[in-house]
């Protein structure tokens, strides 16, 4: 059984090396962004930015998801999948295109709009290539494209702003420069592709059953866009454009744990697929779901550790109290890991229908008690809105997905350790007892209660061959 775990955290460790790596890329575009574009310019970048996010999935039907999930099947012609999938693109992609240059010419809309479509092709081919690498386990592939692809786009777009000064115009040509490139990049090294696809059959059943498994998946990306945004619509409603900021402010440290959270994900849906049919599924599921729960409040009891001490350090005094936030909104992050850990059953049993059910429930859920708890009690109702509606989904996807998978919790320990981090988030605002001491004691015994888990992680990553000790 260790072999699973290894192969489980080297991938975590190779999307981690992608992730964090293209992150970093997109820090310095900002460093080049702020010295190019004036304050108008770029907020225009990141609207348009956010709109290509939100299209993706509409205009793409989200079958890059269905590639991915199709290419693991073993009794799928994987040339049949790359080739619907890239058909569904390519015939969207030129209507999408044709009616924005239609738009321009006959209704006056802005060039822009050819640019988003240009980059939502473009992207869209790139998704496709890439979850077909990824799904085929060509996982370093993957990764080195996205690097590359970062990459690509901060050198093309730093020589048009920096050379040519053709301001945000040249973002975008260099999003379809560079995702171009990668196409090209993806087309050569993934594996004989042409022959691939000039060897596949069409299979019109095959496109059916792609579509109804993407087709839900669309409206699930928005459900999470209106659980992620409406809080910050309803506290500038209710509260002002300051309190957003420091609801912004605030956000930004449980960013660090969703990515984390988000990186783990990646690797975890490989891997739920690769061991859906196995006699120890079950074992397995619940094993790796102790173990994420685990890390998430141990990383959670060491950021609330440091969070006074770093607020006050790393932000300025106007700032400072939006510490006071971060403890829920940990809170959040964690459950919404969790959430999307039983998600991932979701995908394995080719349910997806189920999953939109589920995340339409926790964004009604959060929009009614943000209207509810904002006016009264103001960024507190926002945090405490967003962590129901995320514990609201898990609960239900665990319950909902037991007919296929029984994960077996270890409530023992979570439920305690759960209590203590609560704990330490309650001694934060109170400045009788040391904070010092209470986030010693905090960390110690939230240690103490999962180190089963901890031993039983490492005991597996470690040890090279089959133990009858690998019981979770």
């Known amino acids: 059984m260790s072999s699973k775990y290894k192969k489980l955290f080297q991938n975590t460790v190779l999307f981690s090396i992608g992730s964090m790596g293209s992150k970093l890329i997109s820090l310095l575009l900002v460093v080049v962004f702020t010295h190019h574009l004036n304050p ?232 739920a697929i690769e061991e859906g049919e196995q006699k120890d599924r079950d074992r397995f599921y619940s094993s790796v779901f102790n173990a994420l729960a685990s890390f998430m409040i141990i990383v959670s009891a060491l950021i609330l550790s440091i969070l006074k001490w770093g607020f006050g350090i790393g932000l300025g005094s106007e700032f400072y109290e939006a510490w006071r936030f971060v403890p829920i909104q940990l809170f959040a992050v964690i459950f919404a890991s969790f959430s999307s850990f039983i998600g991932v059953i979701y995908a394995v049993q080719m349910r997806t229908k189920q999953v939109f059910t589920t995340s339409f429930v926790g964004a009604a859920l959060n929009l009614l008690l943000n209207l509810l708890l904002i006016p009264r009690m103001g960024l507190y109702g926002a945090a405490i809105a967003t962590t129901i509606s995320f514990l609201s989904v898990w609960i239900a996807r665990l319950l909902q997905t037991r007919k296929y998978v029984k994960i077996r919790i270890k409530f023992l320990t979570l439920v305690p350790a759960l209590a203590v981090l609560a704990a330490q988030a309650m001694f934060l605002y109170q400045t009788k007892v040391p904070n010092l001491l209470t986030n010693i004691l905090a960390v110690s015994t939230i240690l103490l209660i999962n180190l089963r888990n901890i031993q039983f992680m490492i005991r597996n990553l470690l040890t090279k061959k089959r133990r009858k000790s690998d019981i979770a």
């Open 40 to 271: 108008q310019e770029y907020g225009e970048v990141e609207l348009i930015s956010v709109i290509i996010n939100l299209c993706l999935p509409f205009v793409t039907l989200s079958i890059y998801d269905a590639v991915l999930r199709f290419v693991m099947k073993d009794n799928e012609n994987k040339g049949s999948v790359l080739m619907n999938g890239l058909v569904i693109c390519v015939v969207v992609g030129i209507l999408f295109i044709t009616g924005s240059i239609i738009g321009i010419i006959f209704f006056g809309l802005e060039m822009n709009t050819l640019v988003i479509a240009a980059i939502i092709f473009a992207q869209s081919i790139n998704l496709v290539f890439a979850q077909y690498a990824r799904g085929t386990g060509r996982i370093k592939l993957y990764v080195v494209n996205g690097l590359l692809t970062a990459i690509l786009i901060f050198s093309i777009v730093s020589v048009l702003l920096v050379y040519f000064h053709i301001g945000i115009m040249g973002y975008f040509i260099g999003m379809v420069i560079a995702f171009s490139i990668s196409n090209v990049i993806l087309f050569c090294f993934i594996g004989k592709v042409a022959e691939t696809l000039v060897k596949a059959p069409w299979d019109r059943d095959l496109m059916k059953r792609m579509l109804l498994y993407s087709l839900p998946l669309i409206p699930n990306t928005l459900m999470f866009w209106v659980m992620d945004t409406s809080d910050r619509l309803l506290i500038q409603s209710f509260l002002g454009l300051a309190a957003n900021g420091y609801y912004a402010v605030a956000n930004k440290i449980p960013v660090i744990l969703n990515t984390l959270s988000s990186i783990f994900m990646q690797a975890w849906q490989l891997t």
